[in-house]
């Protein structure tokens, strides 16, 4: 019965800075089934986590996006969006970074589906 603490602190100590946050952001959340597309209609900006994801919060839904490329998501970097639908956010988007220090071109984001978390007592 003891090793079940040392495996899961052994576990956290393994976590990225940027797993670690979204942890805490999705702590008492479930997954739904995975989307190509999310509605951005009145909702916030995405929030990026270094090297982890990027989240967009709806209502109660956290949507999180673990994307093909997560190193090249850097909170010190600005994306630039081309969307194919002013409503939608969707995989086929397609997101460049460049740098805030000197405008330049720093990467692409390739996203994946975006997988909701909402609150376990609401999944019922």
Same mark, same amino acid.
């Given at each position: ?5 040392? %495996?899961?602190? &052994?576990?956290?100590? &393994? ?21 190509? *597309? ?41 994306? %630039? ?8 956010? *969707? ?31 609401? &999944?019922?």
């Amino acid at each position: 019965m003891l090793a079940a603490p040392a %495996v899961q602190a &052994e576990d956290q100590a &393994e976590l990225t800075k940027g797993e670690m946050k979204l942890a805490k952001m999705l702590d008492g959340r479930v997954a739904g089934e995975p989307e190509r *597309c999310i509605r951005t209609i009145g909702s916030r900006s995405i929030t990026r986590i270094d090297d982890t994801a990027l989240v967009y919060r709806d209502g109660d839904t956290i949507w999180v996006n673990y994307t093909r490329s997560p190193g090249a998501i850097d909170d010190s970097d600005y994306m %630039v969006i081309d969307r194919f639908s002013a409503t939608s956010l *969707c995989r086929t988007d397609r997101i460049t970074t460049y740098s805030r220090a000197g405008n330049f071109f720093s990467g692409v984001i390739f996203l994946d589906d975006f997988v909701p978390y909402r609150a376990a007592d609401a &999944e019922g």
